[in-house]
């Protein structure tokens, strides 16, 4: 068995169904454990094996994902801490759930950390990774196998960084779609439909950032790009700057990563 995901919800699964969609592994050496019965029968589809419950299998696999909501932790940590190798790396993606506590609840050392976020469910995740000093280089070959399956990793020097990432790219997606909600209704207030506005607001987006992407220039330079003295561009960036929206956006996520330091205890 190559990977064994312990929760076969909309992430455990996302994460399942990239490593099979990309080959890192082929369906019969992924395990999903899931309890609820419609999770299961969704994760049935990716042809890989489904089980309501861990068993010695599980202790089978050379990676173990914990995919399992933060309050499910302690009930999941009794239930592996006897089916663990110590040869098996352990990705914890629950939210909040620090090393030293997985640590102390399974008995095991070769944890890894991550703060993936929601565009892993169609391969555009960013993948933010802490690793113990006990994961192995071949360990930590299998994790970041698993991580750009589904998108992009980056690998950061501290467990405090998890924290920030999840504040800055965790929460990021709400962010972007917080922003095209309202853009959308302003679209909608001049006239477009809201499928015209969708269609305006989603491809403006998505050019924007493969545009970034592609140019490898900051932010600001693009935006000066497109803003010129006097012009409309300009109008709306004033109005911004007079709301002070960038402040407001900077202090959400510096509020942002105060609770994932208070949730993480």
């Not at 940590?77 to 399974?106: D, E, H, N, W, Y």
């Not at 890894?112 to 469910?121: C, D, E, F, G, L």
């Not at 001049?190 to 970034?212: D, K, S």
Request: proline share 4%; net charge positive; with cysteine.
């Amino acid at each position: 068995m190559d990977y064994a995901f312990i929760g076969g919800g909309n992430m455990g699964r996302a994460l399942a169904a990239a490593v099979i969609a990309r080959g890192v592994s082929p369906p019969g050496k992924v395990l999903i454990v899931e309890p609820q019965r419609a999770s299961r029968d969704l994760a049935a589809g990716l042809n890989c094996l489904v089980v309501p419950a861990a068993d010695e299998r599980v202790g089978a696999a050379h990676a173990v994902v914990l995919a399992v909501k933060p309050q499910s932790a302690a009930a999941v940590f009794r239930t592996l801490r006897a089916l663990l190798k110590p040869q098996q790396v352990v990705i914890s993606i629950m939210a909040g759930v620090t090393l030293a506590t997985i640590r102390q609840g399974l008995a095991h050392e070769a944890l890894v950390r991550v703060m993936p976020n929601t565009p892993a469910q169609i391969g555009h995740g960013m993948n933010v990774y802490f690793a113990l000093p006990a994961v192995s280089e071949a360990q930590l070959t299998a994790v970041v196998a698993l991580l750009r399956s589904a998108g992009e990793a980056l690998a950061v020097a501290s467990e405090d960084a998890i924290d920030a990432a999840t504040a800055v790219s965790g929460s990021g997606p709400a962010y972007v779609f917080y922003l095209a909600e309202h853009w959308m209704l302003a679209a909608q207030q001049l006239g477009f439909t809201e499928r015209e506005a969708a269609q305006l607001v989603q491809q403006t987006l998505a050019g924007a950032a493969a545009l970034w992407k592609a140019s490898q220039l900051a932010p600001a330079t693009l935006r000066e790009q497109v803003t010129s003295k006097g012009g409309t561009t300009a109008a709306a960036m004033e109005q911004f700057e007079a709301r002070q929206v960038g402040d407001s956006l900077r202090a959400g996520i510096e509020r942002a990563y105060r609770r994932a330091k208070e949730l993480a205890g």
